[in-house]
């Protein structure tokens, strides 16, 4: 036989059930606009029918609900759409940054623009062509000097500017390293505080939202993988434990473990390549001196996008030569740009200087004597030397001595005689020489290896390549920004709150909490009637 006040149990146990779920629903709606807040509900669980099942149950017709409770207060989200907002965000911070540095790569470039080294070059090759009109003409001369300083100089700015953007490349890396490993310190903690909360039976919901907050952080400084490992002790079905978080390349393929269920690894960029790029990155204990224990990456062979890839790519790195898989040579975006400017630099450099030295300047008409005086040299070597140059080249102190230095005659060999010719032979109006120095821009050299090609033709290519490449970057930036908003905004769909949901299920708890409150006045109304009311006929 049932209890006299079963009635009364069952409807407080459905005012404290709806009173959950209104307090629910104020968290959800005062954290409407909280960053990472992932909408709670509660789960409704009916309490134990009665009679129980035994031998000495009471026979009755059937068993009687009891009432409600609250289960559990759990979060409304769905695990697929993170993982794949954690693809597509790794991917856009990978592009991001490739198109941020080609876009400081191409605002120093210039090009096409009428302070860009094509001008610069043109107008040094129109101020040749105006002093091949007039040899003797000082002012052409001096105009010559000039253009050729102003060669030099957009060498050495174009090849500075471009050093000292590789130079914040490498404070980027440094930033985003730390960044990435304070987040891995925090989800560290968060997985200590979930271990000692969900052995307990309870959802620690808030501590789920900041670390998926951090871990969503994470995905887009490298590619990560995503396990959960069990808390055990007393926990409810629906926790989801401790996370564990694996470097992954782009084929899924696992590089190392960032976060265990106990521990977590820094990540290290070693710029031990040549010329100071990055050669390998490590991961290791905190503060763990014994560096045998890190596990390290060779960078060329680490297939994982992520910003922090996409720094270390535009900074530059240590691969194996292409020609000579023996040896190592220095890659990157920007170390690539500074090695065609070098390239460009002193290729012309050398051949300028050749035909310079076999004509004959004003001055050595005079002296009658045969010098040979470069128009370019070198201001950290005695003879050119090809890395770096490009931020070295000068006019020569000759050169910058005298403009009766500038070689105009006709010198070199004598095709007749096949023997030197004499300076006190050549005239001061010849100008030979200056129509061979114009001609060097349009010349084919061998600016690469087995691909020869004029001055303006190879710069347009090293031009036309880098804007293709930057097109490509901002392409994908538009590409990537655009698949992560969709599916940020099916997660958002999930878990956000909607007021307008919110405000319907709080009349819904609240009209729900009020037919409880009156089904204990229905009680009480039918104990009043059997207290006071019944047994007193006659009276």
């Known amino acids: 036989m049932s209890s006299t006040f079963m009635g009364l149990e069952t409807a407080r146990r459905g005012m404290m059930a709806q009173q959950s779920a209104l307090y629910t629903t104020g968290q959800n709606v005062s954290n409407a606009s909280t960053p990472g807040y992932s909408r709670q509900r509660v789960n409704f669980v009916q309490t134990e029918a009665y009679p129980s099942i035994g031998m000495n149950r009471e026979q009755i017709p059937g068993q009687?609900?009891?009432?409600?409770?609250?289960?559990?207060?759990?979060?409304?989200?769905?695990?697929?759409?993170?993982?794949?907002?954690?693809g597509?965000?790794?991917?856009?911070?990978?592009?991001?940054?490739?198109?941020?540095?080609?876009?400081?790569?191409?605002?120093?470039?210039?090009?096409?623009?009428?302070?860009?080294?094509?001008?610069?070059?043109?107008?040094?090759?129109q101020s040749l062509q105006d002093l091949s009109v007039d040899a003797t003409n000082s002012g052409a001369r001096s105009v010559v000097r000039q253009r050729g300083e102003a060669v030099a100089d957009t060498f050495n700015y174009l090849s500075n500017s471009l050093s000292s953007i590789q130079k914040d490349q490498k404070s980027q890396i440094d930033v985003t390293v730390k960044e990435a490993n304070s987040?891995?310190?925090?989800?560290?903690?968060?997985?200590?505080?979930?271990?000692?909360?969900?052995?307990?039976?309870?959802?620690?919901?808030?501590?789920?939202?900041?670390?998926?907050?951090?871990?969503?952080q994470l995905s887009s400084l490298v590619n990560v993988k995503v396990d959960y490992v069990k808390t055990g002790g007393n926990s409810d079905p629906k926790?989801?434990?401790?996370?564990?978080?694996?470097?992954?390349?782009?084929?899924?393929?696992?590089?190392?473990?960032?976060?265990?269920d106990s521990n977590y690894k820094e990540l290290k960029v070693n710029y031990d390549g040549v010329s100071n790029t990055v050669k390998t990155i490590k991961l290791g204990d905190p503060g763990e001196m014994d560096e045998t224990k890190d596990t390290s990456l060779d960078f060329s062979q680490m297939n994982s996008s992520g910003k922090l890839k996409g720094l270390i790519e535009s900074y530059g790195y240590e691969k194996k030569d292409v020609t000579d898989p023996t040896k190592t040579v220095a890659a990157g975006t920007y170390n690539d740009m500074l090695g065609e400017l070098d390239r460009l630099a002193f290729t012309f450099a050398n051949e300028f200087n050749k035909v310079h030295e076999d004509g004959f300047s004003p001055n050595e008409i005079s002296n009658k004597t045969s010098e040979k005086i470069d128009f370019f040299s070198d201001s950290g070597n005695v003879t050119?030397?090809?890395?770096?140059?490009?931020?070295?080249?000068?006019?020569?102190?000759?050169?910058?001595?005298s403009l009766d230095n500038i070689a105009t005659a006709e010198g070199g060999i004598?095709?007749?005689?096949?023997?030197?010719?004499?300076?006190?032979?050549?005239?001061?109006?010849?100008?030979?020489?200056?129509?061979?120095?114009?001609?060097?821009?349009?010349?084919?050299?061998?600016?690469?290896?087995?691909?020869?090609?004029?001055?303006?033709?190879?710069?347009?290519?090293?031009?036309?390549?880098?804007?293709?490449?930057?097109?490509?970057?901002?392409?994908?930036?538009?590409?990537?920004?655009?698949?992560?908003?969709?599916?940020?905004?099916?997660?958002?769909?999930?878990?956000?709150?909607?007021?307008?949901e919110e405000m319907t299920n709080m009349i819904q708890f609240q009209q729900a909490y009020n037919a409880s409150a009156r089904m204990i006045t229905m009680q009480d109304e039918l104990l009043d009637k059997i207290i006071n009311g019944m047994g007193t006929g006659g009276r």
């Open 239 to 260: 926790v989801e434990g401790k996370a564990v978080i694996k470097l992954v390349d782009d084929n899924g393929s696992e590089l190392g473990t960032l976060l265990s």
């Open 384 to 401: 050119i030397s090809q890395s770096g140059f490009a931020s070295r080249i000068q006019i020569s102190k000759d050169i910058k001595d």
């Open 183 to 216: 987040v891995l310190n925090q989800l560290n903690k968060i997985n200590e505080q979930i271990g000692g909360v969900e052995p307990n039976g309870y959802l620690p919901n808030d501590l789920y939202d900041e670390r998926d907050r951090l871990i969503d």
């Open 88 to 125: 597509e965000n790794n991917k856009l911070g990978y592009w991001q940054s490739q198109a941020d540095s080609l876009g400081k790569m191409e605002s120093i470039m210039n090009e096409p623009s009428d302070s860009g080294l094509a001008n610069t070059m043109d107008q040094f090759w």
């Open 414 to 500: 004598d095709p007749l005689t096949n023997l030197p010719r004499d300076p006190a032979n050549a005239t001061l109006g010849d100008a030979t020489n200056v129509s061979a120095l114009a001609n060097v821009i349009n010349e084919k050299l061998n600016y690469k290896t087995n691909e020869k090609s004029d001055f303006r033709n190879y710069y347009q290519n090293v031009i036309g390549a880098m804007g293709v490449m930057s097109q490509e970057a901002t392409r994908l930036t538009q590409n990537s920004t655009s698949l992560q908003q969709a599916v940020d905004e099916k997660r958002q769909s999930v878990s956000s709150v909607s007021l307008d």
């Open 64 to 86: 009687m609900g009891t009432g409600v409770k609250a289960g559990s207060i759990q979060r409304v989200r769905e695990g697929f759409l993170d993982v794949q907002y954690r």
